[in-house]
């Protein structure tokens, strides 16, 4: 079997259980994979019951899911064409990095293996997407960037962002406005007092932004963790 033969609905199930758990150690659950998918809870039991009899998934009733050996080749396989096309989109098309995953999510199940290597090799084969997701290798080898949530750096540390969740487009346009992107780095100040409000400041730029909760989860930075 390769993941060509599997249907759309398949490979979209093996790509969310895998993403699920690339920045998160929280067990991945049939309700967690209902809320992210958007799907009835009795669609995703029923999917993950037939990816288990396909051996593709490991699941016991009322536990949490995990990914075989061919389940996890086949859900990275996937992850690699997305992101690689997200990488073209932004590259070679001029799409905006908030423009481009739902496009990627049509196209990564009509595209072939023999296109997406001649993507990686055209664009020189990158390492990571427009949002600093890793880029899976052909091998499916995965290299995540040393990182920790922005909420968990230091007040008063410079800090560089290595990843920015793609989950929300306005976001990513807010993001965007004011010079948070990949790679930028940014100045932890200190925010107001009882608030769980982190304030940041672009090097290279005067304004500062006040970040809440949700903008903090989707910002992946290093350099600002304690020792």
Not at 24 to 36: F, H, R, W
Not at 75 to 101: K, N, P, S
Request: net charge negative.
């Amino acid at each position: 079997m390769r993941v060509s033969d599997l249907t759309t609905s398949a490979q979209n199930y093996l790509k969310i259980i895998w993403t699920l758990q690339e920045w998160s150690d929280a067990p991945v659950t049939t309700s967690i994979i209902a809320e992210k998918s958007g799907l009835r809870l009795s669609s995703v039991s029923d999917a993950v019951r037939r990816l288990t009899e396909l051996g593709l998934l490991e699941h016991t009733p009322y536990k949490h899911i995990s990914l075989t050996d061919q389940g996890r080749t086949f859900a990275v396989a996937m992850v690699r064409r997305h992101r690689l096309i997200e990488t073209f989109l932004v590259q070679v098309l001029g799409y905006g990095w908030d423009e481009v995953h739902d496009e990627a999510e049509n196209l990564e199940h009509a595209a072939s293996d023999t296109l997406i290597d001649r993507i990686d090799r055209m664009l020189g084969h990158p390492t990571r997407d427009p949002h600093g997701d890793p880029i899976p290798s052909a091998r499916g080898e995965v290299s995540p960037p040393q990182a920790v949530n922005l909420s968990a750096s230091m007040t008063g540390r410079t800090v560089r962002v290595e990843r920015i969740s793609d989950a929300s487009a306005p976001m990513l346009q807010y993001f965007a406005a004011r010079g948070i992107v990949v790679d930028a780095e940014l100045e932890v100040l200190p925010g107001e007092p009882f608030s769980d409000e982190v304030r940041i400041r672009v090097v290279g730029r005067d304004e500062q932004a006040g970040l809440g909760n949700v903008a903090c989860a989707a910002i992946w930075v290093s350099g600002g963790e304690g020792s």
